[in-house]
């Protein structure tokens, strides 16, 4: 895959209108390891906040084409077993308000993992809002991998979340 992402990026920004093409990636500069990508908020049918350091999933079935995300899980892609991780956010912004997300590399989450230990396997299925469940079981196809526990109880994991 090749893309240029966004130099120097603000990943604590939100706005009103986009500032960057949602869908595109960005970087700190100085944090060769994390990447980021610019999209936009919905607060879903729960009204769902939300939250720095919480991840957010890909909103309906159309949210990962659109680049619109949310932290009510249960409007994750179709939900039931179908959630998909988007990333970990770094902001608060309400809903409608364009912002950016963690996709790849260290992060430390402000919530608590559902459960598991250090090196599983992290999926949005099983877990509730905000947050991330271990990744347990064959049986649990679709439940895509999106990060991994680096150190369960400090809440540190590794995004390896969908570009």
Known sequence: M????VLGIDITSVSDTAEFRPGQHGAII???????????????AGSIAAV??????YYLLTGYENSVVTS??????????????????NSAPTDGQFCWIQI????????ALTAGDDGDALSP????????DEKTGVSL????????????????IMCEFPF
């Open 52 to 57: 720095s350091g919480q991840a957010c999933y």
């Open 125 to 132: 299925t099983g877990s509730s809002d905000g947050t991330l």
């Open 72 to 89: 009510d899980l249960s409007d994750s892609n179709g939900g039931s077993g179908k959630e998909l991780g988007a990333g970990i956010l």
């Open 104 to 111: 790849k590399g260290p992060a430390t989450m402000s919530i």
């Open 141 to 156: 196809v679709p439940k895509h991998t999106c990060a991994y526990a680096l150190d369960f109880s400090e809440k540190k």
């Open 2 to 5: 090749s893309f240029a992402p």
């Open 30 to 44: 100085g944090s060769p390891t994390k990447l980021f990508k610019y999209v936009q908020y919905d607060t879903g």
